[in-house]
């Protein structure tokens, strides 16, 4: 029996760095829409978040680079992500010639997320102050517990193109703050039983660099062994550990491929690729 050969499908996460930068992200749709076959757009907006929140006199609190989520937070992502951002770059794939169509995790039930407790973690110390462990509350924050792919591809099938808000919901009428790139790894992961999916994380630097200072340095591959030899010699660090365990997650559970690179160059063949 031949093995049914799936169609292609490549998701794509834009930062909001990305976002904010109108002739950056003026490209990045424009090669986007260029993406031959079915396509999901993942986007964040902090950045905007921050602006707007600001605007409203309403503090952003950071713990550790991640988004404090209160009452008053959320509903400022939630304006800021489902509205501002996500229905802006509908419109703008629209004038692209992408039959787009905007969702948070709530829109059909797609992200089911269960609300982060409280956890104890290791808070760096600001203005010269040593780091402390203390706990942490994070508030209106999902983890993604079940993505579902069955209807996602069914909107796919027709011909629309997903575009995710970093937004989930609890099942219990909660809108849930969560990290775009775990939504794009697990809307990857959701929709590899149905498609051949690969997965490119976007963003400022041209893939995953060897030397900080050297934009010229992309590390081409990185397996299982390279990640754990990078981050033990300090070249993989921040930011950057917890998109390559996403990257590596996705991987293990039937994502063709992950690619890291340069949000003005996402046609597949530049950046950093990820492999077992």
Do not use: C, W
Request: aromatic share 4%; charged share 25%.
């Amino acid at each position: 029996m031949n093995k049914e050969i799936k169609q292609k499908l490549t998701v794509v996460k834009v930062g909001g760095a990305v976002v904010e930068d109108d002739a950056q992200l003026q490209q990045l749709l424009k090669d986007f829409s260029a993406i031959e076959g079915n396509k999901v757009l993942v986007h964040g907006g902090g950045r905007r978040a921050t602006q707007v929140a600001k605007s409203l006199g309403i503090e952003s609190k950071m713990v550790n680079g991640r988004r404090i989520t209160d009452n008053d937070m959320l509903q400022v992502v939630t304006m800021v992500y489902g509205g501002l951002v996500n229905k802006n770059l509908v419109a703008r794939l629209q004038a692209n010639g992408v039959n787009a169509m905007g969702l948070t995790g709530a829109d059909m039930n797609v992200l089911l997320s269960d609300r982060r407790p409280p956890k104890k973690m290791i808070v760096k110390g600001e203005n010269g102050l040593p780091d402390e462990e203390q706990t942490v509350d994070f508030g209106f924050v999902g983890d993604v517990k079940k993505a579902d792919g069955r209807a996602l591809s069914a909107l796919i099938g027709q011909g629309i193109t997903p575009v995710m808000a970093p937004l989930t919901h609890d099942g219990m009428g909660n809108i849930l703050n969560t990290n775009a790139d775990t939504i794009a790894g697990e809307t990857a992961k959701a929709l590899a039983p149905y498609y051949d999916v690969t997965l490119i994380y976007s963003f400022e630097k041209k893939g995953v660099l060897s030397n900080p200072d050297d934009d010229e340095s992309v590390i081409p591959v990185i397996t299982r062994d390279d990640f754990a030899r990078y981050v033990a010699d300090g070249t993989v660090a921040g930011g950057m550990i917890p998109k390559l365990e996403n990257a590596f997650d996705a991987i293990s559970s039937g994502v063709g491929r992950v690619i890291i690179t340069l949000a003005t160059a996402i046609d597949g063949n530049h950046g950093t690729v990820i492999k077992e």
